[in-house]
């Protein structure tokens, strides 16, 4: 087999690696990514839980304010 080839090979398959390498990188990053949006999930959803109440307490507020209302429409 001639030099060239020879060289040829070799060079293709550093140049194969360092991509390999490069691709293996971005994988990494982007699965600690991917950990860290899953996290901020789990905080957005415990936010919507945590204020899902404020519409039917203010609708309980409103019906017991009935009667305040109803004073107020009097006067």
Avoid: C, W, Y
Avoid at 17 to 30: E, F, K, N, S
Avoid at 44 to 62: E, G, L, R
């Amino acid at each position: 087999m001639p030099i060239d080839a020879v060289f040829t090979l070799v060079l293709g398959t550093l140049i194969i690696a360092a991509a390999a390498l490069g691709l293996m990188r971005v994988i990494g990053h982007l699965a600690s990514t991917a950990k860290t949006l899953g996290t901020l999930d789990g905080g957005v959803k415990v936010i919507v839980d945590q204020t899902a109440t404020v519409k039917p307490v203010v609708s309980s507020v409103n019906q017991s304010l009935a009667p305040v209302r109803d004073f107020a429409e009097s006067i």
